[in-house]
């Protein structure tokens, strides 16, 4: 008898139960979208946004109607996550501003690091936190 192999037992991978995973971390092809495309390209085609991305709505359809050019100045009064600003940024080309505002406190934040990672400093952008004051009941 080999005792060798007794020691080095094969340990699986952690499952998921039941047909479909509940759990962000178990949906392995969204969390690896350059090793899956094909698959990724297949819920985008379906109309659907895969886990953990986020698509900006008639981004094309906006960006034609407003025709921004470098050296224009903006304002975006529902940066959100900052998908259409980022759009709006890349096409002013350095040479511009865009002023952004969200009801969002909380979500602020998180687009404003994530717009200066990708090399939009306050010199191109200015963000304003704004809240909805509540309306008083007549």
Do not use: W
């Not at 090793?35 to 946004?49: A, L, N, R």
Request: hydrophobic share 30%.
């Amino acid at each position: 008898m080999n005792t060798s192999n007794t020691n080095n037992t094969h340990k699986r991978r952690v499952r998921y139960k039941g047909t479909h995973p509940t759990k962000f971390e178990e949906k392995y092809k969204e969390l690896q979208p350059d090793k899956y495309t094909d698959t990724i390209e297949k819920i985008i085609q379906k109309g659907s946004t895969p886990a953990g991305m986020h698509i900006p709505i008639c981004l094309s359809e906006i960006l034609n109607f407003l025709d921004v050019k470098p050296g224009q100045t903006g304002l975006d009064c529902t940066l959100g996550y900052g998908g259409h600003a980022q759009e709006l940024l890349s096409r002013l080309n350095g040479s511009g501003h865009l002023h952004a505002t969200d009801v969002d406190a909380l979500e602020l934040p998180k687009t404003t690091k994530r717009l200066e990672e990708l090399g939009y400093a306050p010199l191109y952008l200015h963000l304003i936190i704004r809240t909805i004051p509540l309306l008083m009941r007549l």
